[in-house]
């Protein structure tokens, strides 16, 4: 079993920059694949980033790409999301994940075996 706790979000002004944080616990965090994924209301959850359990390789939606990045602390059992030039399209619930066996290219949220609580992010105008 993995937990997974995220932290970070809250209302930010569109430019504006929020970092995410994604503590887990439980299996060993080293050997994990790591997503960000975000719901908007009214919308599917979506794929945004995603890391190696390296941390050597990186994913991302083209609709974030250039603006934000994924990070992790093996350290620490930790992964970030930093996100910058934020836009009001970017406001949903930020969801961490974990994937024990796939690669971070994998985009599809079935696939991941463990989910944090979120957290939500508003970008206003």
């Known amino acids: 079993q993995v937990q997974l706790v995220e932290s970070g979000g809250g209302l930010v002004q569109a430019g504006g920059s929020l970092r995410l944080s994604c503590a887990a616990s439980g299996r060993t965090f080293s050997s994990l694949t790591m997503g960000w994924f975000r719901q908007a209301p009214g919308k599917e959850r979506e794929f945004v980033a995603a890391?190696?359990?390296?941390?050597?390789?990186?994913s991302f939606a083209d609709s974030v790409k250039g603006r934000f990045t994924i990070s992790r602390d093996n350290a620490k059992n930790t992964v970030y999301l930093q996100m910058n030039s934020l836009k009001p399209e970017d406001t949903a619930v930020y969801y961490c994940a974990a994937d024990q066996y796939g690669s971070f290219r994998n985009r599809n949220s079935g696939t991941y075996d463990y989910w944090g609580q979120g957290t939500q992010v508003t970008v206003s105008s």
């Open positions: 890391i190696s359990w390296t941390g050597g390789s990186t």
